[in-house]
């Protein structure tokens, strides 16, 4: 279970820090990765990393922004979010998978097991 929170109405140029946390397991091993999804809109890749954390990817639209992070200790999942723009608004949904030899990041849906609930994303312009 992925229990994603953090997510609020700010204004544009407003930073949020949203939170993934693993109930019942650990992220060691796992894959993780943000997604998220604006209404009428597919849902897209945002961040995400190796269990290691040695390998990140951002989407274009993110990068230099958004950062993300994780607490193995604390099982939970970070993005940060500064210099939040009207087009991020969105419901944002954190995604998991056990792939503890992966080298490379996940940046597609299918790429992921496990799904929060997602959280809303709201920027005000």
């Known amino acids: 279970q992925l229990q994603a929170s953090g997510g609020g109405l700010v204004q544009a140029g407003g930073s949020l820090r949203l939170s993934c946390a693993a109930s019942?397991?650990?992220?060691?091993?796992?894959?993780v990765g943000w997604f998220r999804q604006a209404p009428g809109k597919e849902r897209e890749f945002v961040a995400g990393?190796?269990?290691?954390?040695?390998?990140?990817v951002y989407a274009d639209s993110v990068k230099g922004r958004f950062a993300i992070s994780r607490d193995n200790a604390k099982n939970t999942v970070y993005l940060q979010m500064n210099s939040l723009k009207y087009e991020d608004t969105a419901v944002y949904y954190c995604?998991?998978?056990?792939?503890?030899?992966?080298?490379?990041?996940?940046?597609?849906?299918?790429?992921?097991?496990?799904w929060g609930q997602g959280t809303q994303v709201t920027v005000s312009s």
């Open positions: 990393n190796t269990w290691r954390g040695d390998n990140t």
């Open positions: 019942g397991r650990t992220f060691s091993g796992y894959r």
């Open positions: 995604a998991a998978a056990y792939r503890p030899l992966q080298l490379t990041v996940g940046v597609t849906s299918g790429d992921y097991d496990y």
